[in-house]
């Protein structure tokens, strides 16, 4: 029952900008924190950035200055925006969330290239 569905994802060229959304159901949304991360291929999965109930964000630092999470409770909806975007940024974007981070979504593919 629970599901939390990304869209969003796309290409974009370096320098661009692309907006994530992840729609949640199945849990309680403003009890949960919610966050981001990512997989490249061959590489591990890496945390991007997390927003908790109290509205605290926090990111890593490759994408501070550039990402900015938010949250809607009453949409049950986080996004990350995505601006000034490198190619080192191509990646399987995941959305996650819950009291211990504990759902995932099935991810959505950005791609930065030129």
């Known amino acids: 029952q629970v599901q939390l569905a990304e869209s969003g994802g796309g290409w974009a060229q370096p320098g661009g900008s692309l907006r994530l959304s992840c729609a949640a159901s199945?849990?309680?949304?403003?009890?949960?924190?919610m966050g981001w991360y990512r997989q490249a291929p061959g590489a591990e999965r890496e945390f991007v950035a997390g927003i908790w109930q109290d509205g605290t964000t926090h990111y890593a630092p490759s994408v501070k200055g550039r990402f900015t999470i938010s949250r809607d409770n009453n949409m049950n909806t986080v996004w990350l925006q995505m601006d000034s975007l490198k190619s080192e940024d191509t990646a399987v974007y995941y959305c996650?969330?819950?009291?211990?981070?504990?759902?995932w979504g099935q991810g959505t593919l950005v791609v930065v290239s030129s």
């Open positions: 996650t969330g819950a009291k211990l981070l504990e759902y």
């Open positions: 199945g849990f309680t949304f403003a009890d949960s924190k």
